[in-house]
């Protein structure tokens, strides 16, 4: 039938938590995306709903709409390594649950996919306020701080060794080869997916960054990371441990220390301390509980995907 369009065979995963109507309207955009993709995977960690969310969830699922599949406990690697195991294509593109994708969002990673030498795909993340703007990364960063700037917004192709997990592809059998996303990254879990991505390129794939793959990111104002509270008033741990295992976990003892040192810094000399110095002891007191955290999550070891706990379809 000339004008049909048929669904291109990739799966697309939307780990969600604590989001309702935002997550609805993102699935709604994706399910009207011409094509679309393959199948539809919703990592639901939302134990209550709002009642019309439920039911419009529910109802997607019978139709076949979505595939939904419930965990009982938040927690982002491990909804992501959970769509690695479900996932039906050899290629999955991961979404964040509050976007508006661009029309040719699918097409756009699925193409790049044609060089083999590429085992995953990172595309533009627009904040809002945020403008596409031309530029290169500057390569100046080295060592474990390397491409920690990647510009998410530029227009540019090319290759990195960062991602974003709210709009990244991946080739699903080199994905679950290396373990798929380390589960000790605990709370907002941050730098989870630059971890990711510097083992990914251990292993010998590359990353490529494509502009054409764009999102709008809305960053929802509740929900997702934002259920742990503010970072800068908070004593929580959840909001700095990710980025204190990293360094433990990519850096030598002399780079990671110097990188944890900056980074307790950093986190107390801001405008806000500097108005609301009351503040700091408690936000440091949050950093040295992420720290200690940290240092307990590396002596572990990491907490990657087995060869028992999945097969790899054929």
Not at 3 to 27: C, E, H, K, N
Not at 80 to 104: K, R, W
Not at 111 to 121: G, H, R
Request: hydrophobic share 35%; net charge negative; with cysteine.
């Amino acid at each position: 039938m000339t004008g049909q369009t048929y669904p291109v065979p990739i799966s697309v995963a939307v780990p969600t938590f604590g989001r309702d109507q935002v997550l609805l309207d993102t699935l709604g955009h994706l399910l009207d995306l011409q094509p679309t993709a393959g199948e539809i995977l919703v990592i639901d960690q939302t134990l209550d709903h709002d009642p019309d969310c439920g039911r419009r969830l529910a109802d997607l699922n019978e139709s076949g709409q979505i595939r939904l599949i419930n965990l009982p406990q938040p927690s982002i690697t491990r909804a992501m390594n959970t769509a690695l195991v479900e996932a039906q294509y050899p290629l999955l593109l991961f979404l964040d649950d509050d976007i508006v994708p661009s029309v040719g969002l699918i097409n756009a990673h699925a193409d790049t996919f044609n060089d083999p030498d590429i085992w995953a795909v990172t595309g533009q993340v627009l904040q809002p306020g945020d403008r596409p703007t031309d530029v290169k990364y500057d390569g100046l960063q080295t060592g474990i701080e390397a491409f920690l700037s990647f510009p998410f917004n530029s227009t540019m192709a090319q290759y990195t060794e960062n991602v974003m997990a709210g709009n990244l592809s991946v080739r699903r059998e080199k994905a679950l080869s290396i373990g798929g996303f380390d589960e000790n990254f605990k709370g907002s879990a941050y730098r989870f997916e630059t971890e990711f991505a510097k083992r990914l390129c251990r292993s010998g794939g590359r990353i490529q960054y494509h502009p054409a793959a764009s999102i709008h990111h809305l960053r929802a104002s509740s929900g997702g990371t934002r259920m742990h509270g503010h970072h800068l008033t908070s004593a929580s741990p959840a909001h700095g441990v990710g980025d204190y295992y990293y360094a433990l976990n990519q850096g030598s003892s002399g780079e990671a220390a110097r990188y944890l040192f900056k980074r307790a810094l950093r986190e107390v000399c801001t405008r806000f301390h500097l108005r609301h110095p009351w503040w700091i002891p408690v936000k440091l007191t949050g950093e040295l509980r992420a720290v200690i955290w940290a240092i307990q999550l590396e002596r572990d070891g990491p907490r990657l995907i087995t060869s028992d706990q999945c097969a790899l379809r054929p």
